[in-house]
C-alpha cells in the first residue's frame, strides 16, 4: 500500500493534541489481542471514542498526488479479456494517443487493445502476449504445447480469492500452477516495455521511465487487497520504485469512464433511445448540451469479468464530480456468457470428455473458445438465421476416440434443442440458444440495475452511461432499455471499448477530478472503553488495575456508503506500549454494516494492519505520543502519521493483503 508519509511536521493542530491532565475515561487502548505488547490509543478530548475526528483539509493541502511533475500520463487497462493501454502529455492534456495498433487480431474484433493472454516456456520463463501469445501457443505441436503455461482471463482471481495474498496461485490451461504476483508482474512489465518504447520513438531519444506517472485500473467494486496486489505487482514489474509510490495510481474503472464520458461531444455517442448518431447539433457541444449543474448520472460498465456501477453528480463549472452512492456490481461480465457455453457443451458431450479436452488439447479449447467469440458477437435480439461454431478438428477426432461414436451422434442423442450439426464440421445455433447463453448474465445486470434505481439516493437520474466491451452487446442494450423504460437517456460513446482507457488517462493528468466518494465499507479498529453497567454486555468486561473496561469494542473510522471528501483524514494518537517498543501493529476491521458496536459482531472482520514504525524517533517524553492520520477519500486508503513530542514523522502503512 501506499506509504504515503506525513506531509508536513506543522500541519498537525496541537489543540487536537491530548494533554496529560485529561480524564481516563477519555483513554481507549487499542485492540489488546493486536500483539504482545498492546498499543494504547487515546480519544482526542472532547470526542467520544466512538466518532471519528474528521478534518477536512483545503484541496491544496490534501491532494494526495501532487508530488514531481511528470511529462506524460500512460494508463494501463488491465482487463478480463483484453488489455491495452493509452497516454497524453501533460502540455496537451486534450491529446489522448491510444496505443498502436497490435499485431493479429480476430474476424470481427476491434483490435485496439489485445487478449489479455500470456504465455510462459516450459522453464517459466516470460515469452509473450496478447495475439502474439495467443498464436505461438496455438501453432505449437500439441506434444510440446502442453508443457507450455498459457493462462487467460486470469484477472478475476482477484476478486473472487477471499483470502488474497502474495502467494496466491493460478491456473495454467495445462493445469499447472502458478504464483499470481508474477503473472500480473510480467504483463504489466509487457505494457512498460511497450509504452516506452512507443514514447522513445515518438521522442527520438530514449524515455525515462521516472518521468512518467503510471495508471492502472481496476473494478470499482474490488476489495483493497486487491488494489494493493495490483500495486505490488506494479512494484515486482519495475513499473515504479517501491520508495516513490506517487508515481502510480489506481483507478477505478467506471470512475474513469465517467470522467471521459462528462466530456463527450455529441457526435462521439449514439443515443440507444433514438438510436442514431447525436448529430444535427454543433459537433462541439458536450453531452454536454445535456449536462447541466448537479446533473446525475449513472455509469454502468460492463466488462469481461465484472459489471461496475456508479453515481455521479456533476458540479460546473469546473466538471468536478461527486459520487451519490457507494460503487456496487458483481461478477457479471461477458465471460459468464462462456461459462453457459462450456456448460452447453459438457451438457452434449459430457463433462469428463470437456475437461479431458481441455488438459490434453489446451490449444484446441482456445481455437473453439475464440471461434464462439465471434459468434457471441453477432448474436442480436432480431436475429433469426442461426449461428455456426466451427469445431476444431481435434475436437471431432478426440470425441471419437474418447466416446467411441460421433460428434454427430452425440448431438443426436443429446435432447439438446436449438443445437444441430452441420455436415461443415459445425454446431449450427438457433439464435434462440444463443440468446439463452447470455440470459443468466444479462439477467443478474438488469437485476442489479433495478436495485439501484430503487435507492433514494438514484433518483432523477438523467443519463445511463453503457460502456466497457459488452456495451456493445445488443441483446444487453435492449434489456436496459426495457428496464428503464425511458426514465433515462441510455448512451453508449462511440470507442466504447476504449472509454475507461482514456478516462483513465484524464484521471491521471488531474486525479482530484473526484472531489467527493461513498465509503464501500465501514473501518475501525478494536479498543478497550470504559465499561459502563447496563450499556455494555457483562462478557465484555475486563479489570485491569482495579478499573472496569469494556472489550472488543468497535472505534469506527468511517461508516459504510458515508460520504467522504478528497483528503478528508480521521486521526487518532497511539502510544507505544513500553517506551522501548519499536513498531507499533493495530489491527483494522472491516464490516458491509454501518453501525458496528463491538469487533466480535457477525460480519465483521479483520481486513488490514496499521503499522507505525517509530524506530528512530526515541524521545525523552515519558509517554510518547504518535499522532495518525487516515485519508479514505481516493481509491485507496493512506496513513501517514507524526511524533507529537518531536514533530517528527513516523512510516506508517496500512497492509491489506498479507493477513
Known amino acids: ?58 484541496d491544496t493541502d490534501s491532494n494526495a498526488h501532487t508530488g514531481p511533475s511528470f511529462i506524460v500520463v500512460v494508463a494501463i487497462d488491465f482487463g478480463t479479456t483484453s488489455s491495452g493501454y493509452a497516454y497524453a502529455f501533460t502540455k496537451e492534456p486534450e491529446c489522448i494517443h491510444t496505443m ?69 496461485e493460478l ?10 504476483i508474477d503473472i500480473f508482474a510480467y504483463a504489466l512489465a509487457f ?64 470512475e474513469a469512464a465517467s470522467i471521459y464520458c462528462r466530456k463527450l461531444r455529441l457526435h462521439q455517442m449514439i443515443d440507444i433511445g433514438t438510436k442514431t448518431n447525436q448529430n444535427g447539433f454543433s459537433p462541439t457541444e458536450n453531452v454536454g448540451a445535456g449536462m447541466t449543474q448537479g446533473d446525475r448520472y449513472v455509469v454502468v460498465d460492463c466488462g469481461g469479468g465484472t459489471v461496475d456501477l456508479t453515481v455521479h453528480q456533476i458540479r460546473l463549472p469546473e466538471g468536478h464530480l461527486k459520487e451519490l452512492y457507494k460503487a456496487s456490481g458483481g461478477p457479471y461480465g461477458s465471460i459468464g456468457i462462456d461459462y453457459e457455453f462450456e456448460k452447453l457443451l459438457c451438457k452434449i458431450f459430457g463433462p469428463d470428455f470437456i475437461d479431458q479436452f481441455k488438459v490434453k488439447r489446451p490449444a484446441a479449447w482456445v481455437d473453439l473458445m475464440i471461434a464462439f467469440e465471434s459468434r457471441k458477437r453477432a448474436a442480436a435480439p432480431d436475429r433469426t438465421n442461426p449461428l455456426n461454431i466451427n469445431l476444431p478438428f481435434s475436437f471431432i477426432d478426440y470425441y471419437k476416440k474418447f466416446r467411441g461414436h460421433s460428434v454427430e451422434h452425440a448431438l443426436r442423442k443429446s435432447n439438446v434443442d436449438f443445437v444441430k450439426w452441420s455436415s461443415q464440421g459445425m454446431l449450427r445455433m438457433n439464435p434462440d440458444a444463443m440468446n439463452a447463453l447470455f440470459k443468466p448474465t444479462i439477467d443478474h445486470i438488469i437485476q442489479h440495475l433495478t436495485d439501484l434505481f430503487e435507492k433514494p439516493e438514484v433518483s432523477d437520474i438523467k443519463f445511463l452511461f453503457l460502456v466497457g466491451g459488452f456495451a456493445e452487446s445488443p441483446l444487453l442494450q435492449q434489456a436496459v432499455q426495457n428496464m428503464l423504460q425511458g426514465r433515462s437517456r441510455i448512451i453508449i460513446p462511440h470507442d466504447v471499448g476504449l472509454t475507461i482507457l482514456k478516462g483513465a488517462v484524464l484521471f491521471g493528468l488531474d486525479p482530484s477530478i473526484i472531489k467527493v466518494r461513498r465509503s464501500p465499507l465501514t473501518y475501525g479498529v478494536g479498543v478497550l472503553n470504559r465499561y459502563v453497567e447496563g450499556k455494555h454486555p457483562p462478557d465484555k468486561m475486563l479489570v485491569k488495575d482495579g478499573t472496569r473496561w469494556c472489550t472488543d469494542v468497535f472505534d ?87 511524533d507529537v513530542a518531536t514533530s517528527r514523522t513516523v512510516k506508517a502503512s496500512i497492509d491489506f493483503l498479507s493477513q
Request: charged content about 25%; hydrophobic content about 35%.
Open 1 to 58: 500500500m501506499c506509504n504515503c508519509l506525513g506531509e508536513t511536521q506543522g500541519k498537525i493542530k496541537q489543540r487536537d493534541m491530548m494533554t496529560e491532565k485529561e480524564s481516563a475515561t477519555d483513554k481507549i487502548i487499542a485492540d489488546a489481542m493486536a500483539t504482545p505488547s498492546p498499543a494504547k490509543s487515546m480519544g482526542d478530548p472532547g470526542i467520544t471514542p466512538l466518532s471519528p475526528s474528521h478534518i477536512q483539509q483545503n
Open 100 to 168: 498502436r495498433r497490435w499485431e493479429g487480431g480476430d474476424p470481427g474484433v476491434s483490435n485496439q487493445k489485445t487478449p489479455t493472454t500470456i504465455l510462459l516456456t516450459p522453464d517459466r520463463k516470460f515469452h509473450s502476449f496478447g495475439y502474439a501469445a495467443r498464436d505461438f501457443y496455438h501453432d505449437l505441436d500439441p506434444t510440446e504445447s502442453k508443457h507450455w503455461l498459457y493462462l487467460e482471463k486470469f484477472k478475476m482471481k482477484l476478486h473472487t480469492t477471499a483470502n488474497l495474498s502474495i502467494d496466491t
Open 556 to 642: 469506527t473510522f468511517i461508516t459504510c456508503d458515508q460520504s467522504v471528501a478528497l483528503g478528508e483524514t480521521v486521526k487518532r494518537s497511539y502510544t507505544p506500549a513500553k517506551p522501548s517498543q519499536q513498531v507499533i501493529v493495530i489491527h483494522i476491521y472491516c464490516s458491509e454494516k454501518e453501525g458496528v458496536g463491538f469487533i466480535s459482531e457477525l460480519g465483521v472482520r479483520k481486513c488490514g494492519t496499521l503499522r507505525l514504525d517509530v524506530t528512530g524517533t526515541e524521545s525523552t517524553v515519558v509517554r510518547r505520543e504518535i499522532q495518525t492520520l487516515m485519508q479514505f477519500g481516493d481509491t485507496e486508503i493512506r496513513a501517514m502519521a507524526v
Open 171 to 180: 491456473h495454467a490451461a495445462n493445469g499447472k500452477r502458478v504464483k499470481a
Open 191 to 254: 505494457f512498460k516495455e511497450q509504452a516506452l518504447k512507443e514514447l522513445s520513438d515518438q521522442a527520438g531519444a530514449e524515455f525515462d521511465n521516472s518521468d512518467i506517472r503510471w495508471v492502472i485500473t481496476v473494478p470499482a467494486i474490488w476489495k483493497m487487497p486487491a488494489k494493493q496486489f495490483m500495486r505490488e505487482a506494479a512494484y515486482k514489474a519495475g513499473l515504479v520504485p517501491r520508495d516513490n509510490p506517487e508515481q502510480l495510481i489506481i483507478a477505478l474503472e467506471p
